[in-house]
T-cell receptor
Framework: GESVGLHLPTLSVQEGDNSIINCAYS??????FIWYKQESGKGPQFIID?????DKRQGQRVTVLLNKTVKHLSLQIAATQPGDSAVYFC?????????FGAGTTVTVRA | GAGVSQSPSNKVTEKGKDVELRCDPI?????LYWYRQSLGQGLEFLIY????????KSGLPSDRFSAERTGGSVSTLTIQRTQQEDSAVYLC??????????????FGSGTRLTVV
């Protein structure tokens, strides 16, 4: 699969490969972390969330990993499909609002 | 409604004119948020409502920006004397409640504002 060690704004992935998108968050007191997918002309759509007392959570074809020691979050997408092409944002939940990281544009190559 | 609805979906306005952007949250969602997304950028927080009150307006860029919410439902974001730098997508989100925790924060499709 292809991955991004540090946050990079773009990621090109071969269809069928696994993707890893990385994100650094800022507030060690944040209780929830969420990944969103945003397609062109649409608002962000929820993908998966993880609470701060967990280090891994799996969904359908997606896995989120949380490393609180280095304040790092990652999203793994298995068997990337053309429909996965979008901008992906991580977000952290503070007391009442979400704060968003810089997005990563994922392009899936056929 | 089934989702967060925003109108208009697109708005082109002349510099100096006022604009109003509308957000209809999911029925029963008490918390409502406005964000701004400039081209190719992330989401910038503008304002948060809990019911009809706005405990956090810290993200509003200037006093040309204001927002209100009535009946604990519909919210309007108003930009007065629009400037070209106001051009962006304005996104609204609502959630079941606010507080520590994730309560189904759901976004609308946004209003794309272009100031010419």
């Amino acid at each position: 699969g292809e991955s991004v060690g540090l946050h990079l704004p773009t990621l090109s992935v071969q269809e069928g490969d696994n993707s890893i998108i990385n994100c650094a968050y800022s507030n060690s007191a944040s209780d929830y972390f969420i990944w969103y997918k945003q397609e062109s002309g649409k608002g962000p759509q929820f993908i998966i969330d993880i609470r701060s007392n967990m280090d891994k959570r799996q969904g359908q074809r997606v896995t989120v990993l949380l490393n609180k020691t280095v304040k790092h979050l990652s999203l793994q997408i298995a068997a990337t499909q053309p429909g996965d092409s979008a901008v992906y944002f991580c977000a952290e939940m503070g007391d009442y609002k979400l704060s968003f990281g810089a997005g990563t544009t994922v392009t899936v190559r056929a | 409604g089934a989702g967060v609805s925003q109108s208009p979906s697109n708005k082109v306005t002349e510099k100096g004119k006022d604009v109003e952007l509308r957000c209809d949250p999911i029925s029963g969602h008490t918390a409502l948020y406005w964000y701004r997304q400039s081209l190719g950028q992330g989401l910038e927080f503008l304002i948060y409502f809990q019911g009809n009150s706005a405990p956090d307006k810290s993200g509003l860029p200037s006093d040309r920006f204001s927002a209100e919410r009535t009946g604990g439902s519909v919210s309007t974001l108003t930009i007065q004397r629009t400037q070209q730098e106001d051009s962006a997508v304005y996104l609204c989100a609502s959630s079941l409640q606010s507080g520590t925790g994730y309560y189904g924060y759901t976004f609308g499709s946004g209003t794309r504002l272009t100031v010419v």
